[in-house]
């Protein structure tokens, strides 16, 4: 397999995460976004929406979205499972990793940043108050459905897709300051897939085309 991506991307940290914890190898192939990689012809070809990350499998398909990419590795591969064996927390554990996906990360991307600020003129107090609204509001429903599902993860005592998709989100928000020092249960999970070995091999710091500060 080949994972197209970037360092710093949420969604393709989401999915070094699956790989590791699923004890898979892979050839990586960095995606620039800062230098506008992404939306090169020969990229769009492999994904059409011009994002990262893109798998391509063993026989040559080309896999996008990367919660998609994560259930198709927990369909097709073995190792230890991403989701729970019971109906109700696969549910659960399904749910968290939609909230963040879809109502926490798309605020913040690369993408929407660059639109805000140099086509709608935010300006960083202004950045500051969106990322806050969006990104951490969807964070604080997260930390209230961890309230009901968590052990030492997000659902139970095993990671899996749900802890996959949250603690990219943890890292970002960090990154960008997001209020988010109030969500107990978020934060101890977060701190716990820091001694992870799976977390520790995925995360941007430790990527071959990581930029060191």
């Known amino acids: 397999m080949k994972l197209f991506g970037y360092w710093r991307s949420s969604a393709t940290y989401r999915v070094r995460i699956a790989l590791a914890l699923k004890n898979l190898d892979y050839d990586y192939e960095p995606v ?116 009901r599902t968590a052990g030492d993860y997000c659902v139970g005592d095993i990671p899996g897709i749900a802890d996959c998709v949250l603690i990219p989100q943890v890292f970002a928000a960090k990154r960008f300051n997001v209020e988010i020092g109030g969500l107990k249960k978020m934060n101890e999970i977060y701190e716990r897939c820091q001694e992870h070995p799976a977390f520790i091999k995925a995360h941007p710091d430790n990527q071959p085309d990581a930029v060191k500060a």
């Not at 097709?76 to 696969?90: A, F």
């Not at 805000?116 to 429903?141: H, I, Q, Y």
């Open 32 to 147: 620039n976004l800062l230098k506008g990689e992404q939306r090169s012809d020969a990229y769009l070809e492999k994904n059409p929406l011009g994002l990262v990350p893109t798998l391509q499998t063993d026989d040559g398909a080309l896999l996008t979205q990367s919660v998609a990419i994560i259930e198709y590795l927990e369909e097709t591969q073995g190792g230890p499972s991403l989701l729970p064996g019971n109906p109700v927390p696969r549910a659960h554990a399904r749910a968290i990793a939609a909230a963040i996906a879809s109502e926490a990360q798309p605020f913040g991307n690369l993408r929407i940043q660059k639109y805000l600020k140099e086509e709608c003129g935010f300006d960083a107090p202004s950045m500051a108050e969106w990322m806050n609204r969006w990104p951490g509001g969807a964070m604080a429903a997260v930390e209230k459905m961890l309230e």
